[in-house]
């Protein structure tokens, strides 16, 4: 199989993590597309032009990264993702919150690319908002998804790290202890060290 994606995705690195907390790393070949550039292989599977985009054996590509990590996580015995239960609810529930601070941060990022004075104030203010309260409800509640490895969790991780690399003027670690050593925990793991994305970029 065939993970498109890009180094610098956060939802591609959520799927990338799982890949490898899942072992999998044999049976899913991570091949870069950059959306920007319009590739084939990427547009025949996702005509949303978006990574990641999943190429299975036999079987229809799959997009959008909470998707392609169901499918991944299916692949396994041991879950990141549970069945069923009030368990299933609050890690999807968690990963859904992480994929809105992305959301929201990739959209600050498109308008902080574009000259000053082309810049939406009003949408900058209400990406900044929402970031800044959705983080408030994580710290909040981090004793619901601190004290497990779970796909919940690795979003967040995977939202605090994109943090970190496109919007480090959030300093999203003050006043937020528990978050702040939460992310600690999880920058130790070798699925998160080595899917950092590149500093260059
Ligand atoms: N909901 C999608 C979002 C994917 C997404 O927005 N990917 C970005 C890269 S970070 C992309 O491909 N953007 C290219 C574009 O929008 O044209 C997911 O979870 O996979």
Redo the contacts with the bound molecule.
Sequence with gaps: MKLLM?E?????R??RMLIREQGLTARIEEVEAL??DDPDDLLSINP?????ALIRDGATAL????L?CEYIDSLNEDRWIPKSGTSRWRVLRFQAIA?GI??LA?GRRVEMTRPEDKRFEFWIERQENGIRRSLDLLESEADKFAGAFDLGGMAIAVALGYLDFRYPESEWRTGRDRLSAFHEKWAERPSYQSTEPPASA
């Design positions: 890009t610098t995705s956060p939802y591609a959520k799927c959306p920007l949303l032009g978006k990574v990641p997009i959008d990264s909470p392609i994929d992305l959301d990739v």
